[in-house]
């Protein structure tokens, strides 16, 4: 009788930790999954077999109740679902590894490097690829001339656009409240907006008072454990407060191939598994502002469409399982396009009030 593979993933209280759990669900090998979140009245511990509430990533116990937990479940592969375990979670391989687990995150100096936009600009520029102009805020004196307005401000690690101003001239810039943890990036016009810099207002940046997020590249790369690329998504999204809600996936060779440049440079550093690449088409070409190395709050639309990113790395990292084998999986779809809504779950009232009990043990459902 072959065993049950059993994938735990974290975070599923966030909208990337349950985008890889519904990327599970619809694998045909029927994983049995085990989701892990710091808050009782994650939705995502109800998505999955079992559910357990863990401490938060920044309390000592962290790494010794997930891997005590992993080894009761008998998990076979650990997939994060947040920004703040993955530096964690890749430090601590080598405990999961003792105990049998597979932790599905990429080598320390990656997530160091791409969870800071200024050290990730840093890293781009050393290898000749295009990043948005990035400074700390702080000292704004030493800001370099050569920026352009507008700028965007933003946290050096912040993710779904918390946090994010744009300013237009420097006493806008000098109004910002004073954080060590903010940067400065030249704003990315789109070309396809048609606005010259000299005459781009906030009514261009601003939607009835909400952060215009519209025509952003979004590209989605698998690398196995040898540096191998397994596959390659490109989509152009329109978003809402960080979130994408409308994806249309299209061929972008040139900017694919670009992408494909900074990727390979990853590998060098370290990287395995998803990385995330966003930027936008501007008159300079194609320019990045993020990178994450990890899966996406889209990565369940991609595998609807047929791009079984999940799917593909568990089936690596577990079996082997090579490019020849596992390309297939990953099709880029051609006449498709991806409208998101709302959704509601409804819970069992018992089964919430155990959890927000902070019970450890295994709810069955």
Request: aromatic share 8%.
């Amino acid at each position: 009788m072959v065993k049950q593979v059993c994938v735990g993933v974290t975070g599923v209280g966030g909208g990337v930790g349950q985008s890889v759990v519904r990327a599970l669900r619809a694998s045909p090998g029927n994983p049995y999954l085990v989701g892990f979140d710091m808050n009782p009245d994650s939705s995502g511990l109800f998505f999955c077999d079992a559910g357990y509430v863990i401490p938060p990533v920044t309390r000592p116990d962290y790494v010794d109740t997930l891997v005590k937990h992993c080894r009761a479940e008998g998990i076979d592969l650990l997939i994060p679902g947040s920004d703040p375990e993955l530096l964690p979670l890749s430090l601590a391989k080598g405990a999961f590894a003792e105990n049998g687990i597979d932790v599905l995150v990429s080598d320390p100096n990656v997530i160091r490097t791409v969870r800071d936009k200024m050290l990730c600009g840093v890293f781009f520029e050393s290898h000749g690829l295009p990043f948005a102009r990035t400074a700390r805020l702080l000292p704004i004196e030493e800001i370099p001339s050569v920026f352009r307005y507008p700028l965007i401000v933003k946290p050096a690690d912040g993710s779904a656009s918390r946090s994010v101003t744009v300013v237009f001239d420097e006493g806008a810039l000098r109004s910002v409240e004073r954080d060590a943890r903010l940067i400065v990036q030249e704003y990315l016009i789109p070309s396809a907006w048609c606005v010259p810099r000299s005459s781009f207002d906030p009514r261009d940046a601003y939607r009835d008072g909400i952060l215009r997020q519209d025509d952003e590249i979004s590209l989605q790369f698998l690398i196995g454990k040898d540096g191998t690329e397994f596959g390659a998504f490109a989509s152009r999204n329109k978003l809402r407060n960080g979130i994408p809600m409308v994806i249309e996936p299209m061929a972008m060779p040139e900017h694919v191939e670009v992408a494909r440049r900074a990727v390979r440079a990853l590998v060098e550093l370290g990287h395995v598994g998803p990385c995330n690449l966003q930027g936008r088409a501007t008159s300079d070409g194609v320019v990045f502002f993020e990178v994450n190395a990890r899966f996406t709050g889209i990565t369940a639309m991609r595998t609807a469409m047929g791009f079984r990113e999940v799917e593909a790395c568990a089936r690596h990292w577990l079996n082997g399982d090579d490019l020849a084998a596992i390309s297939p999986i990953l099709r880029q779809p051609k006449d498709v396009a991806c409208l998101r809504y709302v959704t509601e779950l409804i819970v069992d009232a018992a089964a919430l009030a155990e959890f927000r009990r902070h019970r450890t043990e295994v709810l069955d459902r």
